[in-house]
């Protein structure tokens, strides 16, 4: 069972461009989950997604970023006009059906590292 | 208000037990608390997780007291391997928020 899926593991763009993300999640989860990691620093929350709905976006900035996870194929985290800023890594990670009660332990992709000359 | 307190960073030597712990004093009564281990250009990945008393697993144990207001991760038998960045989380439902996280050192 493979696991979770990013591409491409590096990204390098220059001011102003679109930076396209990929996430294919585990085998039978259907909840993806984007995080973005500045150095040094621990991951922040960015978007929360379902099968065609987006869940809780509360950590996605309201401008530039969007985020989708369509019916068929990989989620993918959208950022448009680059700037530098926005280097960082970004994390996908998936979880099965949310239980009722309880965390629900979620398991990380590779990452995608973008640079933003 | 930061949901977690964890020291910054811990040294250790290979072989020696190595305990983490951590102060979430606003812990909900629905929360769970959760560890993830991170290695450098890679993902999180779960260790344990607990809600009181004592969780044990293959790779590690999790303390809890009664009150629930800390927790301590703990890892026998360390090695070299074992250096990572260690997240604890109190989360109750689906989104996780990471602190900075402790960053254990071990030595040979």
């Known amino acids: 069972n493979a696991g979770v899926m990013q591409n491409p593991r590096h990204l390098v763009r220059r001011r102003g461009q679109e930076a396209r993300l990929r996430c294919s999640p585990m085998k039978g989860h259907s909840h993806v989950y984007w995080y973005r990691q500045l150095p040094e620093e621990g991951l922040k929350f960015m978007v929360y997604l379902q099968k065609e709905n987006i869940i809780d976006e509360s950590g996605m900035p309201k401008e530039r970023f969007s985020a989708e996870f369509p019916k068929e194929g990989p989620s993918i985290l959208r950022i448009q006009q680059v700037v530098r800023g926005d280097s960082a890594a970004y994390f996908c990670a998936s979880s099965p059906a949310v239980r009722d009660r309880g965390s629900n332990e979620q398991f990380f992709g590779p990452g995608t590292r973008l640079t933003v000359l | 208000l930061a949901k977690t307190t964890q020291p910054i960073s811990m040294d250790s030597y290979e072989g020696q037990e190595v305990n983490i712990t951590c102060s979430h004093n606003n812990i909900a009564t629905n929360d769970y608390i959760t560890w993830y281990q991170q290695f450098p250009s890679q993902g999180p990945r779960f260790i344990i997780q607990?809600?009181?008393t004592k969780v044990t697993n293959e790779v590690a144990s999790l303390f809890i007291p009664a009150d629930r207001k800390s927790s301590t991760l703990s890892l026998p038998r360390v090695s070299l391997s074992d250096t990572a960045v260690y997240y604890c989380?109190?989360?109750?439902?689906?989104?996780?928020?990471f602190g900075k996280g402790t960053m254990l050192l071990v030595s040979p």
């Open positions: 607990g809600y009181k």
């Open positions: 989380l109190v989360e109750g439902y689906s989104t996780l928020t």
